[in-house]
């Protein structure tokens, strides 16, 4: 049996990524216990759903830190205490600094709705749309220091043809919810 592995998740949102992450250990379906929701949003319901799921977090305001550096030098700190090893962006929305990649080097994936490297950025798939594109989907990719970059992991893609963004919305993030967890099994087992 391989030893849970201990993962902070980040988001800044509605969490359902984070949900999804936090469930699948809980219920066994990844070998790993989420110790540490960190959120730079108080009001976020990614916070209500640690709370309800058990799960700490370190809920920071940005503003309240002279730097990235600042504030990323006390995430590592809330990580440390609990020995996170991997860490597990869903929605949160600030570009990872150097503070985090050097104490996590390869240990920080995240999760874009597109099939990266098209469409980058915050509005992806309203963008993918306008750009008349028909087969949709999501990554799994390493972080680094720049916006949705880094080394693929893993991609789930779909036809969608209509034109109802809601609809479409809800069909990605499902197949957001299973890839993540796919991303996280394979890199626990190191099958990447
Ligand atoms: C997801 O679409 C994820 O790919 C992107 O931000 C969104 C977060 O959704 N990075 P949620 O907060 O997990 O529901």
Known sequence: MVAKRKIAVFASGYGSNFEAIARAAQSGEI???VVLLVCDKKSARACDIANELGIE???FTA???NSKQEYESAIVEQCKARGVEMICLA???RIVGKVLLERYAERIINIHPSLLPSFKGAHAIQDAVDYGVKIFGATTHFVDETLDGGRIIDQGAIVYEGND???L???IHKIEHNLYVKTINKLIN???
Do not use: C, D, H, Q
């Open 63 to 65: 503003k309240e830190y």
């Open 165 to 167: 963004i809601e609809e």
């Open 190 to 192: 190191k099958k990447f």
């Open 169 to 171: 919305t809800n069909l």
């Open 31 to 33: 070998p790993a216990e």
């Open 57 to 59: 977090s370190f809920i």
């Open 91 to 93: 929605g949160y929305m």
